[in-house]
């Protein structure tokens, strides 16, 4: 008998919940049909292809920003530098254009001098930011071009692709878009966009003269201009520091047969262990894009 | 200048070069101004304070006996411990090193009564470290006073065992009632003013004699007045705290409670009472004060003040409970940034953007 | 005369006494000196010899540039050497000339002829003379004077302040100057007040250089065509600050993000006054200065007559070097307060160096940035009553829009929030930061419009 009381009341009371929920659905439902804010569901469907990362490398503020600047504006989809080609061509689908792929960039750093091979020329007590170091003479790092280390970059990435190695940021370039974010922070400007599929770099950055840079860092280019005379078109001398012209198309036979006497000269792929156990067991070209 | 002496270049002698030593650069610190810095840091200033708590601690003592030490040790211990295993767990430096929490310790273990049992106080040490600082982000972060709002969980949560009183050792007059617990004399008054008794005893000099010293009932820190002031006049003397806190709040006390007997006498004792009985005495040198949780600039100290000095009179003469201290700390506490932002100090030649505009200088932006 | 006393500001332990009072010294003949090119707020200014060339005491070695610029003279006689990078004062590396000292007497260039008679030449020739000597402020600044001394015309400037405060715990080279060279240092402010057009001159000395307000009240006795008043202040840094000092002697507050002429006056440092009285009387351009050489590590500090270029390291050999049983912590140029520290001695004296300061390791301050307390300290002391907690912790997290809108521009680096602050958090630098970025930005934006 009370079973059946209580078994009643619980029925009473779900029903009139249920009955109330029911009831403001209606007016939400209503609500929704009347007051609904008139929007192009087409940037919808454009910012959800767009990566999302609001790194803010297309110059807009935001991914939804931009989206609506595609549709309105007309801008050029190629402007968002983390997209993929997947991504654009539908895009392009929805707009009823065609977009023409874009040259993938990625960053780098032209640094080789971390807490092992950089001399310190003092103790620095202050805040561990690159930008706020550079004016105390780079956070004590003897040489003034290299890489202070503190990692403004790194925690600005929108993507996370920049570490900090033993005192030195390395970008990954697998996981980098090209968005240009770390370029513009750097207070050295020693980050640089080169082609995705670079293969090699001079890791330093430092026009001095050879003498000056090795009391400040074991790891800088000398200036030998080995690689020069090896390669006259894909390098560039510029007084104590030499720069790669074309990175893309340098391979690790034409750098064994430089022998970089520093090396400061080296493949990218060096700095990444870990892919060429990767590389032994995928297949070679299928690099899967992430879009991110 | 006049060069009217000749100028040579110094021959020094071997052995006078060899005297002169040069600075090593490899020491160098490489800092941004300034290179001097005065003053104590957080660390000192928190063992600082605990100093001028040792008065408090020792009439604890003096008048509750090893209770009062035993709470007390257990409150400061589990405040230590669980902030170390809060570091632990979240992976960062253990920050019990700076004494916060010792402090906090100490303060909720003042605020509640010698037969507390250990879990209430080890409950109420979790929610005050945990609950009340940690989960903002540890020290500085913190909008409420852990060790008030510790308190105020554990009246909540066990008010049973919260509210037994221990009647204190007799040490310079004859013990009042046989007995081993007795009621606060707040809420003593309460229930006399409600009953509508006479509250002449309340107002006596030996009473209040006895208030001052501290041998009543009540909890640890709150019972004697003379041991909060001897701590809270070296707190001012160290320039520890703001002194416009305490001084705001006794004074907003006694000028309300001086004009409810005005207006309507017998609802409530005299102003001596309310100064020397409750936690007003420890609430105002001592929680109020805390740096974290109170108004930066001094005219915010001032409104803060006299803002717990009004909730702490309505909750004693109207409100329910017989002790408000807590609770109005908790309240103004919640109202510290607005405070803070009413009360902002104008810079230096700063002037209404309305009355004129100054062309802004090369770099800065309009 | 109402001294008005200014909100905040704080009292370091003075330890003035290791230098004040000592006989001024001069350092003997280098035989190389670095002088910096550009040491002035400003573009560098041209280099207009070449190596090899033969230069007097005074020769012009580099031409005025453009815009914001002041000339450059040899501070010895000898040839001019390389053109060289060496560490600057501001921890980058600069670019300097050598100046290579022949064993001779040293000959004073006489190209710049003295004028006795300032009172009777029109100002425009006296203001070419101070650009001509390469004046500039020698309180640490480093604003040329000339301009100072120009304000545009529709700025109404009726009061001369000569800054005498010496508010820097340690420094005590205006006080010296103003000890043994009043006079000069005051004729250099009235021919300062006649360029100006104006003959009130207020000096601002702090009450703990009894010896040198006595001095320049005698001093000040019999200098025709101004009035000068001498006001003793109350000690407390920083005093010394131009919109502190204006406050402090006129009344005036200086709104935030204007000038000092836009309430009428216009600040020089006395070091400035005695290189402008040496420029016009005696014909000679700025090449030396007197600095104050101290600190506890320090074997014989005192205030010695430096020519700039002069390399660090030949200036504490002269001061005795650092004591045997000494560790210093940091080398700083300037006071300790708002002065740069080094960690190079091959750095050189340049015009603005008003102080060498050697700090023990044990007195050096420690920045742990530790959370904000909220004490008020800060609030309380700064003295253009910013609301320094609040800005400290917009600028950690990088929210510069809100740093900007609590007046982080009008900050004056003085550094007593960061000393007083029991978490040792670096203020200073935050604001710094703060500020070079809220500058990019509008720089940025700036671009963008056009």
Same mark, same amino acid.
């Given at each position: 008998?009370?079973?059946?009381?209580?078994?009643?009341?619980?029925?009473?009371?779900?029903?009139?919940?249920?009955?109330?929920?029911?009831?403001?659905?209606?007016?939400?439902?209503?609500?929704?049909?009347?007051?609904?804010?008139?929007?192009?569901?087409?940037?919808?469907?454009?910012?959800?292809?767009?990566?999302?990362?609001?790194?803010?490398?297309?110059?807009?503020?935001?991914?939804?920003?931009?989206?609506?600047?595609?549709?309105?504006?007309?801008?050029?989809?190629?402007?968002?530098?983390?997209?993929?080609?997947?991504?654009?061509?539908?895009?392009?689908?929805?707009?009823?254009?065609?977009?023409?792929?874009?040259?993938?960039?990625?960053?780098?750093?032209?640094?080789?001098?971390?807490?092992?091979?950089?001399?310190?020329?003092?103790?620095?007590?202050?805040?561990?930011?690159?930008?706020?170091?550079?004016?105390?003479?780079?956070?004590?790092?003897?040489?003034?071009?290299?890489?202070?280390?503190?990692?403004?970059?790194?925690?600005?990435?929108?993507?996370?692709?920049?570490?900090?190695?033993?005192?030195?940021?390395?970008?990954?370039?697998?996981?980098?878009?090209?968005?240009?974010?770390?370029?513009?922070?750097?207070?050295?400007?020693?980050?640089?966009?080169?082609?995705?599929?670079?293969?090699?770099?001079?890791?330093?950055?430092?026009?001095?003269?050879?003498?000056?840079?090795?009391?400040?860092?074991?790891?800088?280019?000398?200036?030998?201009?080995?690689?020069?005379?090896?390669?006259?078109? =894909?390098?560039?001398?510029?007084?104590?520091?030499?720069?790669?012209?074309?990175?893309?198309?340098?391979?690790?036979?034409?750098?064994?047969?430089?022998?970089?006497?520093?090396?400061?000269?080296? =493949?990218?792929?060096?700095?990444?262990?870990?892919?060429?156990?990767?590389?032994?067991?995928?297949?070679?070209?299928?690099?899967?894009?992430?879009?991110? | 200048?006049?060069?009217?002496?000749?100028?040579?270049?110094?021959?020094?002698?071997?052995?006078?070069?060899?005297?002169?030593?040069?600075?090593?650069?490899?020491?160098?610190?490489?800092?941004?101004?300034?290179?001097?810095?005065?003053?104590?840091?957080?660390?000192?200033?928190?063992?600082? +304070?605990?100093?001028?708590?040792?008065?408090?601690?020792?009439?604890?003592?003096?008048?509750?006996?090893?209770?009062?030490?035993?709470?007390?040790? $257990?409150?400061?211990?589990?405040?230590?411990?669980?902030?170390?295993?809060?570091?632990?767990?979240?992976?960062?430096?253990?920050?019990?090193?700076?004494?916060?929490? +010792?402090?906090?310790?100490?303060?909720?273990?003042?605020? $509640?009564?010698?037969?507390?049992?250990?879990?209430?106080?080890?409950?109420?040490?979790?929610?005050?470290?945990? $609950?009340?600082?940690?989960?903002?982000?540890?020290?500085?972060?913190?909008?409420?006073?852990?060790?008030?709002?510790?308190? $105020?969980?554990?009246?909540?949560?066990?008010?049973?065992?919260?509210?037994?009183?221990?009647?204190?050792?007799?040490?310079?007059?004859?013990?009042?009632?046989?007995?081993?617990?007795?009621?606060?004399?707040?809420?003593?008054?309460?229930?006399?003013?409600?009953?509508?008794?006479?509250?002449?005893?309340?107002?006596?000099?030996?009473?209040?004699?006895?208030?001052?010293?501290?041998?009543?009932?009540?909890?640890?820190?709150?019972?004697?007045?003379?041991?909060?002031?001897?701590?809270?006049?070296?707190?001012?003397?160290?320039?520890?705290?703001?002194?416009?806190?305490?001084?705001?709040?006794?004074?907003?006390?006694?000028?309300?409670?001086?004009?409810?007997?005005?207006?309507?006498?017998?609802?409530?004792?005299?102003?001596?009472?309310?100064?020397?009985?409750?936690?007003?005495?420890?609430?105002?040198?001592?929680?109020?004060?805390?740096?974290?949780?109170?108004?930066?600039?001094?005219?915010?100290?001032?409104?803060?003040? +006299?803002?717990?000095?009004?909730?702490?009179?309505?909750?004693?003469?109207?409100?329910?409970?017989?002790?408000?201290?807590?609770?109005?700390? +908790?309240?103004?506490?919640?109202?510290?940034?607005?405070?803070?932002?009413?009360?902002?100090?104008?810079?230096?030649?700063?002037?209404?953007?309305?009355?004129?505009?100054?062309?802004?200088?090369?770099?800065?932006?309009? | 005369?109402?001294?008005?006393?200014?909100?905040?500001?704080?009292?370091?332990?003075?330890?003035?006494?290791?230098?004040?009072?000592?006989?001024?010294?001069?350092?003997?003949?280098?035989?190389?000196?670095?002088?910096?090119?550009?040491?002035?707020?400003?573009?560098?200014?041209?280099?207009?010899?070449?190596?090899?060339?033969?230069?007097?005491?005074?020769?012009?070695?580099?031409?005025?540039?453009?815009?914001?610029?002041?000339?450059?003279?040899?501070?010895?006689?000898?040839?001019?050497?390389?053109?060289?990078?060496?560490?600057?004062?501001?921890?980058?590396?600069?670019?300097?000339?050598?100046?290579?000292?022949?064993?001779?007497?040293?000959?004073?260039?006489?190209?710049?002829?003295?004028?006795?008679?300032?009172?009777?030449?029109?100002?425009?020739?006296?203001?070419?003379?101070?650009?001509?000597?390469?004046?500039?402020?020698?309180?640490?600044?480093?604003?040329?004077?000339?301009?100072?001394?120009?304000?545009?015309?529709?700025?109404?400037?009726?009061?001369?302040?000569?800054?005498?405060?010496?508010?820097?715990?340690?420094?005590?080279?205006?006080?010296?100057?103003?000890?043994?060279?009043?006079? /000069?240092?005051?004729?250099?402010?009235?021919?300062?007040?006649?360029?100006?057009?104006?003959?009130?001159?207020?000096?601002?000395?702090?009450?703990?250089?009894?010896?040198?307000?006595?001095?320049?009240?005698?001093?000040?006795?019999?200098?025709?065509?101004?009035?000068?008043?001498?006001?003793?202040?109350?000690?407390?840094?920083?005093?010394?600050?131009?919109?502190?000092?204006?406050?402090?002697?006129?009344?005036?507050?200086?709104?935030?993000?204007?000038?000092?002429?836009?309430?009428?006056?216009?600040?020089?440092?006395?070091?400035?006054?005695? /290189?402008?009285?040496? /420029?016009?009387?005696?014909?000679?351009?700025?090449?030396?200065?007197?600095?104050?050489?101290?600190?506890?590590?320090?074997?014989?500090?005192?205030?010695?007559?430096?020519?700039?270029?002069?390399?660090?390291?030949?200036?504490?050999?002269?001061?005795?070097?650092?004591?045997?049983?000494?560790?210093?912590?940091?080398?700083?140029?300037?006071?300790?307060?708002?002065?740069?520290?080094?960690?190079?001695?091959?750095?050189?004296?340049?015009?603005?160096?008003?102080?060498?300061?050697?700090?023990?390791?044990?007195?050096?301050?420690?920045?742990?940035?530790?959370?904000?307390?909220?004490?008020?300290?800060?609030?309380?002391?700064?003295?253009?009553?910013?609301?320094?907690?609040?800005?400290?912790?917009?600028?950690?997290?990088?929210?510069?829009?809100?740093?900007?809108?609590?007046?982080?521009?009008?900050?004056?680096?003085?550094?007593?929030?960061?000393?007083?602050?029991?978490?040792?958090?670096?203020?200073?630098?935050?604001?710094?930061?703060?500020?070079?970025?809220?500058?990019?930005?509008?720089?940025?934006?700036?671009?963008?419009?056009?």
């Amino acid at each position: 008998m009370v079973a059946a009381l209580i078994a009643a009341e619980l029925l009473m009371t779900g029903l009139i919940i249920g009955i109330i929920g029911l009831f403001l659905g209606c007016v939400i439902g209503i609500v929704v049909l009347f007051f609904s804010v008139k929007s192009d569901d087409r940037i919808e469907r454009i910012t959800e292809l767009l990566p999302g990362a609001n790194c803010g490398g297309c110059g807009y503020a935001g991914c939804g920003d931009f989206a609506r600047a595609i549709v309105e504006d007309g801008a050029d989809v190629t402007g968002c530098v983390a997209c993929n080609e997947a991504s654009a061509k539908e895009i392009g689908e929805i707009l009823g254009k065609e977009f023409a792929a874009r040259e993938k960039k990625v960053a780098v750093v032209y640094c080789s001098g971390d807490r092992d091979r950089a001399i310190h020329c003092a103790e620095y007590n202050g805040l561990s930011d690159c930008r706020a170091a550079a004016a105390y003479a780079g956070g004590g790092k003897g040489c003034r071009y290299g890489c202070v280390g503190m990692g403004t970059c790194a925690r600005n990435c929108p993507f996370g692709a920049i570490e900090i190695r033993n005192g030195l940021a390395i970008v990954h370039p697998d996981l980098c878009v090209g968005c240009g974010k770390c370029v513009e922070l750097c207070p050295r400007k020693l980050i640089h966009l080169v082609p995705a599929d670079s293969k090699a770099h001079i890791y330093c950055n430092s026009l001095e003269k050879t003498v000056v840079k090795r009391k400040v860092c074991k790891a800088g280019c000398i200036g030998c201009k080995k690689c020069v005379k090896a390669f006259p078109d =894909l390098f560039n001398a510029a007084g104590g520091l030499v720069r790669v012209v074309e990175p893309e198309k340098l391979t690790g036979e034409d750098l064994e047969k430089i022998a970089c006497p520093v090396h400061v000269l080296h =493949l990218v792929e060096e700095d990444f262990p870990a892919w060429q156990k990767r590389e032994k067991t995928q297949e070679p070209e299928a690099e899967k894009e992430k879009n991110i | 200048m006049t060069m009217s002496e000749e100028n040579t270049v110094p021959h020094a002698s071997a052995e006078e070069k060899q005297k002169v030593r040069l600075p090593e650069t490899k020491n160098l610190i490489l800092s941004p101004s300034p290179h001097i810095q005065v003053g104590p840091g957080s660390a000192k200033i928190m063992c600082q +304070v605990i100093v001028c708590l040792i008065p408090a601690i020792i009439a604890a003592f003096v008048f509750f006996g090893l209770h009062a030490l035993r709470v007390l040790v $257990i409150c400061t211990a589990s405040c230590a411990a669980f902030e170390y295993l809060w570091c632990l767990a979240v992976k960062r430096k253990s920050t019990v090193g700076d004494f916060s929490a +010792v402090l906090t310790g100490l303060l909720l273990g003042l605020n $509640i009564s010698s037969l507390t049992p250990a879990w209430v106080c080890i409950a109420g040490s979790f929610i005050a470290i945990i $609950i009340a600082k940690q989960v903002y982000g540890g020290l500085g972060q913190n909008p409420f006073n852990p060790a008030a709002v510790g308190r $105020i969980a554990m009246l909540m949560g066990a008010s049973g065992a919260m509210t037994q009183y221990a009647v204190p050792r007799s040490v310079f007059f004859a013990p009042v009632a046989d007995a081993l617990t007795s009621a606060t004399p707040l809420s003593m008054a309460e229930s006399a003013a409600g009953m509508g008794k006479s509250l002449e005893y309340f107002n006596s000099s030996g009473f209040l004699w006895r208030a001052f010293t501290g041998e009543i009932a009540g909890s640890l820190g709150e019972t004697s007045v003379l041991a909060v002031l001897i701590g809270g006049i070296g707190l001012m003397a160290l320039r520890l705290i703001r002194w416009q806190i305490p001084v705001s709040i006794l004074a907003t006390v006694a000028i309300f409670v001086s004009l409810v007997n005005h207006f309507s006498p017998g609802t409530t004792p005299g102003v001596l009472f309310h100064l020397f009985t409750g936690g007003l005495m420890l609430g105002a040198f001592f929680m109020a004060t805390d740096m974290v949780t109170s108004p930066v600039t001094v005219k915010g100290c001032i409104v803060f003040g +006299v803002g717990i000095g009004l909730l702490v009179c309505v909750i004693r003469i109207y409100g329910s409970y017989p002790e408000g201290m807590s609770f109005a700390i +908790v309240l103004m506490n919640a109202l510290v940034p607005l405070i803070d932002k009413f009360c902002y100090i104008k810079p230096f030649g700063h002037q209404n953007i309305k009355a004129g505009r100054i062309e802004p200088r090369r770099g800065e932006i309009k | 005369m109402k001294i008005y006393n200014f909100k905040g500001g704080f009292h370091p332990a003075d330890h003035k006494e290791l230098s004040a009072g000592k006989k001024e010294r001069e350092l003997p003949l280098l035989p190389k000196y670095t002088v910096i090119l550009r040491q002035n707020v400003g573009s560098a200014p041209e280099l207009c010899v070449k190596k090899g060339d033969i230069v007097k005491k005074g020769t012009l070695i580099a031409k005025e540039g453009a815009g914001l610029s002041v000339p450059l003279h040899s501070p010895v006689s000898g040839r001019v050497g390389d053109t060289v990078l060496v560490p600057g004062p501001n921890a980058g590396m600069v670019e300097a000339v050598e100046i290579l000292t022949d064993r001779e007497e040293q000959v004073w260039d006489t190209s710049l002829p003295p004028i006795p008679d300032w009172r009777d030449t029109p100002v425009k020739i006296l203001k070419q003379r101070i650009l001509d000597g390469g004046v500039t402020g020698m309180g640490g600044a480093a604003f040329p004077t000339h301009i100072k001394l120009s304000p545009p015309p529709e700025k109404i400037v009726d009061t001369l302040i000569l800054n005498g405060a010496e508010c820097e715990p340690y420094l005590t080279s205006d006080d010296t100057l103003m000890r043994n060279h009043a006079r /000069a240092v005051l004729v250099g402010g009235a021919i300062c007040a006649k360029i100006l057009g104006i003959t009130e001159i207020y000096v601002g000395i702090e009450e703990n250089k009894p010896e040198a307000i006595q001095s320049v009240e005698q001093a000040s006795w019999g200098i025709p065509g101004v009035n000068i008043t001498v006001k003793a202040l109350p000690v407390k840094y920083p005093q010394g600050g131009e919109k502190q000092l204006i406050y402090a002697l006129t009344g005036r507050k200086v709104i935030v993000g204007a000038l000092p002429m836009d309430v009428g006056c216009v600040v020089i440092n006395v070091g400035s006054c005695y /290189a402008i009285w040496d /420029a016009v009387l005696n014909g000679h351009p700025l090449v030396e200065r007197i600095t104050t050489v101290t600190g506890t590590p320090v074997v014989d500090p005192g205030n010695y007559w430096i020519p700039i270029g002069a390399p660090l390291s030949a200036v504490l050999e002269n001061a005795g070097g650092v004591k045997a049983d000494s560790r210093t912590g940091k080398i700083i140029f300037g006071g300790p307060m708002m002065g740069f520290a080094q960690y190079s001695l091959d750095v050189p004296v340049s015009k603005n160096t008003s102080g060498i300061l050697l700090l023990e390791e044990s007195e050096v301050a420690q920045f742990t940035g530790g959370p904000c307390l909220s004490c008020g300290r800060c609030v309380e002391h700064c003295p253009m009553q910013l609301p320094v907690s609040t800005l400290s912790k917009a600028c950690k997290n990088e929210r510069y829009d809100i740093a900007l809108q609590k007046h982080v521009l009008a900050c004056l680096e003085c550094g007593v929030c960061s000393s007083v602050c029991p978490a040792r958090r670096p203020n200073v630098q935050h604001f710094r930061k703060a500020k070079t970025e809220l500058k990019e930005l509008s720089w940025k934006e700036k671009n963008k419009q056009k």
